[in-house]
C-alpha cells in the first residue's frame, strides 16, 4: 500500500529540548511539504522541499529545520528556539510542486 | 497576498439536509482550487481540484463548482458520515505552494 507515515502519533517534549519528526512516503513523489495546524487557525506552512537536497522556507520556518537527504524522507525538527511549538504537525507529498497534495496521518507535540 | 476566507465556520445540518459551503479567494492568478476533507485528529483527505470557472466535480454526495471569486461545496442529502471539517486551499500560477482557509466545520445530526 502506498501512503505517508509519520510517527510518532503523539510526542511530548520538555522545554528546551529539540525533537525530531517523521514523515515517510513509498509514492515516488519529488515534492514534500510541512504544515503546522492550530485550533481555529488553517494549515500554515513551514518547509517544502521540490527535490532532493533542496528546501525552502515557508511561512513560518522559524525555529524549525529540516533536511531531505533521501526522496522518500523529510523530517523536520523543532528546535528551543520555536517559542509556542505544542501544535498539530501534518506532512504532506505531491507528484510534482503543482499537483494536488496528499496527507499523513498527523504527529501531535505537546511541550510539558 | 493570497487570501481564503471559508463561510460558514461551522454548519449543523439534519440528515438529508442539503446544504452548501463557501470558500472565497483572492489570488494573483489562480492555477487551482482544492478542497479536502478533514476528520478529528487526523490528516486532511484530498477530495477534488478545480482549475477554471465553471469547472465542476462529483464524488457521491458532494459536488465543488468554482467561479472567478469562489467555490462552493455542495452537499446532497448529507448523512451523518459527513460530518468532518472540510477545507479549501487555492494556488496561485506559478507557485508551488497552498495557501489554505479556516475551514468549514459540518455535523450532520441524525
Known amino acids: 500500500d502506498g501512503g505517508i507515515t509519520q510517527s510518532p502519533k503523539y510526542l511530548f517534549r520538555k522545554e528546551g529540548q529539540n525533537v525530531t519528526l517523521s514523515c515517510e512516503q513509498n509514492?515516488?513523489?519529488?515534492?514534500m511539504y510541512w504544515y503546522r495546524q492550530d485550533p481555529g487557525q488553517g494549515l500554515r506552512l513551514i518547509y517544502y522541499?521540490?527535490?532532493?537536497?533542496?528546501?525552502q522556507k515557508g511561512d513560518i520556518a522559524e525555529g524549525y529545520s529540516v533536511s531531505r537527504e533521501k526522496k522518500e524522507s523529510f523530517p523536520l525538527t523543532v528546535t528551543s528556539a520555536q517559542k509556542n511549538p505544542t501544535a498539530f504537525y501534518l506532512c504532506a507529498s505531491s507528484i510534482g510542486a503543482r499537483n494536488e497534495q496528499f496527507f499523513g496521518p498527523g504527529t501531535r507535540l505537546t511541550v510539558l | 497576498e493570497d487570501q481564503v476566507t471559508q463561510s460558514p465556520e461551522a454548519l449543523r445540518l439534519q440528515e438529508g439536509e442539503s446544504s452548501s459551503l463557501n470558500c472565497s479567494y483572492t489570488?494573483?492568478?489562480?492555477?487551482?482550487l482544492f478542497w479536502y476533507r478533514q476528520d478529528p485528529g487526523k490528516g486532511p483527505e484530498f477530495l477534488f481540484t478545480?482549475?477554471?470557472a465553471g469547472e465542476e466535480k462529483e464524488k457521491e454526495r458532494l459536488k465543488a463548482t468554482l467561479t472567478k471569486k469562489e467555490s462552493f461545496l455542495h452537499i446532497t442529502a448529507p448523512k451523518p458520515e459527513d460530518s468532518a471539517t472540510y477545507l479549501c486551499?487555492?494556488?496561485?500560477?506559478?507557485?508551488?505552494?497552498?495557501?489554505f482557509g479556516k475551514g468549514t466545520m459540518l455535523l450532520v445530526s441524525p
Open positions: 509514492l515516488n513523489h519529488d515534492a
Open positions: 486551499a487555492v494556488q496561485a500560477r506559478g507557485y508551488s505552494t497552498l495557501t
Open positions: 522541499s521540490q527535490i532532493v537536497n533542496d528546501f
Open positions: 478545480l482549475y477554471s
Open positions: 489570488v494573483s492568478g489562480l492555477r487551482g
